[in-house]
């Protein structure tokens, strides 16, 4: 076995990595999810020489460690919590959901006996005639001979304990790659050549890693008293923490996969960029018991058979006509609301009291709804997103559910959507590439320990590397390309700024030892303790160690999990996305496959469809919950409410009454192993113990105990002045945007403040770009560098002609340029909501700044708009709209004529 290291590995220069290079500056990067990837993308664009440091490791579809072409030690799975896991599976099982299932059969592998003696030596493709024999034997009854050659993908494995360190093991070693080579090289008389790609010989600390690490392979030792190579059969299905959506209004996100070319197998441009593995879904369902499921369009109605539809889609939601068009009315009220009221009023609301017209002073609430609707409407967000209506704050809640609600209003070039195959293989490995190759991006296996100062006073990171014993400095970074071997010592390049791009809880732990500054500051007990109930008072509560977080449902931190289940068969429960209104568990699903550009066979793949379902409420009083269950009784609890809404209530799915309907049973399942579960060593009962990776939820009142600071357009005139104290240590631009701490120290996460606000992919880009900004701020600072100015005026709800996805997904053809390139660009959702709407909400500003009511009841819109109102998904246009504003314009008019002329100038 390979002994460990006990220091960091070399810089650029050594293997698997691009040399050291002189530029801008150097920035680390610790952590390689979204955010971090996100960062070294824009860095790297601006010359900036960039390493990222990432501890995950997963393996690949073919049972590889994730990060080829890496040596085994640098391989990392970047991507963060949305990357691809996947599950290994034997080749001829019958599946682990049916109880009496057969996971571990014997027919997938086959021991190729050796003498002991034998050796192949290096180079050659010499195999015994007894070796031969076996080999097509297993072959021909796995089918290769009579199905084809894709039957999966086929390990040729040496006996786990083989030690190669000693000459009995370096000789095995070279009889399994001589194997290797007769099974995919040059043809020889009457022998099937297999695919290089799917027959695998495992370097050996790559298998040591998945047999003990990773728990994807299984160790196979060799039978009593022999010696030889193991043959094994496989499938690799792949599972995930929860299924991909990509909302139209993911616009940072969106910029970034049009800006990162695919690369061919000889890394040259191929025309197409990873956004182009986008594909728009038209439909999403909507399944409850007792109902029929609704499919409705992610469009706006084009024909008048698509309005009728919508009608008879409306009509069978089974809510009153008044409750639809009070929170349509509520909606349009929200969207004629002022950013600096949503921030002062609805940030203290949740969703549900702002629908109801909560007023905390007198305790009243203005509006009624039906139980249906209410029931549905505060369930609706955990299945969504897996945040509640009743303790999420109506801001996040309102913006979110805007964007969402445009796709019904306005043709968009993408609606919202998911890629066209797994998110390893079609994003994150893509994307990697293109860093690594073409923006020589350095990727390091390793984790952040601790941040401490030197003697000098500077702030040094420690990371420990993949299999080292103890964590070193990270400082300085040695190049070997530069200087003469055994004569100058390497050069040495200082690292200028870090930035840390982890998990909050991760942020927190490794910071604990500095001085509480900045965003240092609240992240003291963020992700430690459990906060107050909103509107009480008391301090925060100690978060038990590895206690599951969600326990009470103001808990910042929830539980959200995802479980696939895999088919036999061709399987599709809808084309698009299915929200389970009312299972329990908050279900959402969808049939992935079905947008796959290389679908999967069983053959091949092991599998023929795929359902990807989300679990959104992880405790429930009075019933069992999934935090109740085992791994078996989860899985078979989730697909037993998938069925009670598709098949069990007497109302199936349209068409499906007369041809019995039923679904199909899954052979497979899988679920995030983000949820750690323990067997109780008495009982032998196994429950779930720990969720490593939790759900930042936007509870009300939350919002200012994020840490950090406001986010920062830099499109727009600057906000109020700094909102935290400044410092020797402590360092922010004079215009805003995120803190630079000790001149090197800059946070990226969604745990940050940023214009997305809700915990997704988006918020991740946006607030890399934003640690990005910050860098280049603070670069202009040291070198005594001037940005261009800023806009003379905010630039509100610009209406661009929809020419392409680019126009479309950047929503201002303008940049802000610096000496050292442009600013990331920033997209506020508030900023872009119904372009017809912007003059109110500039009057709701004005009108908030005088101290003066919203809009709507300066104006008495809430009676004069009902007539007006289309509920969402019932057609119509922008006519109702239109019609609106015109009694809004008069209404204003009326105002107006007993208003003093100093204050309609002050008005206008």
Known sequence: ???????????????GNPPARKGIARVHIYGGGIAGLTAAH????????VRVIEPAQECDETGQLEGLPLPVERRMAVGGLARTQFLRVNWGARGNFAPESDSTPESNRAFLPYRPD?????????????????????????????????????????PSGVDEGQEAGQRLRRNAQALHRYMTTDPYPGVLKLDPERVI???????????????????LPPPAGGTGLWLELVHFLPGEHGFRFFPSYYRHLFATM???????????LTGRTVYDNLVPSSFYGIAAQGRRIRFLRRAPPSRPVEMLQELRDLADSGYPATDTAQFTLRLWRYMSTCSERRKAEYEKLSWWEYLEGYDAKANTRRYQYSDAFKRDMQFAPRVLAAFDSTWGDARTNGNTLVQLYLNNLLPLPKTDGTLNGPTTVAWFRPWRRYLREYLKVEFYAGKLTRLLFDKKGRLTPYWQAKNALKDVPDAVVYDSSVGTPKVEPPATEDVDYYIIATDAATAETVTQNLEPIGVIEKLRGFTSKVPVRPRETGEPQERVKDAFPGQVPWDRFQTLTGIQFFFPAAFRLAEGYIYFLDAPWGLSAINSQQYWAVPPTFDRNGYGAVLSVDIGNWFLEGQTSPADCSRDELAHAVWEQIRQATELHGL???????????????????LDRFIGFETDPTTRVERPKRNLAPYLIPIMGDWDNRPGTEPWDPLRPPPPPAQMPLSAALWQAAHGGYPVHWNKLVFAGTYLKTFTRMTTMEAANESARHAVNAIIDHYLFKHDLVPHPAPPAPVRNRILPLLGDREVIKDTPEFRMTPIGEYCHIWDPEQNELAELAPLRELDAKLYAMNMPHVWDVLRLEPLAMPFIPSPGTPGGMEPLLELLRKVREGLEKLLEGIPTGTKQTLW
């Open 1 to 15: 076995m390979k002994p460990q290291s006990t220091t960091a590995p070399a810089a650029g220069g050594t293997e």
């Open 42 to 49: 824009e860095l790297a664009l601006r010359g900036f020489r």
């Open 118 to 158: 034998f050796d192949a030596g290096e180079g050659t493709s010499n195999v015994p005639t007894n070796v031969l024999e076996l080999v097509q034997k297993f072959l021909r009854d796995c089918g290769f001979f009579n199905r084809g050659e894709g039957q999966g993908v086929l390990h040729v494995r040496l």
């Open 201 to 219: 010989l495992l370097d050996r600390e790559e298998a040591r890693e998945l047999e003990a690490d990773l728990k994807a392979m299984e160790p």
């Open 258 to 268: 049009m800006d990162t070319p695919i690369l061919d197998e000889n890394n040259r």
């Open 652 to 670: 199936p799915l349209p068409n499906a009454a007369p041809y019995d309907f039923a679904l199909p049973a899954p052979a497979w399942y899988t």
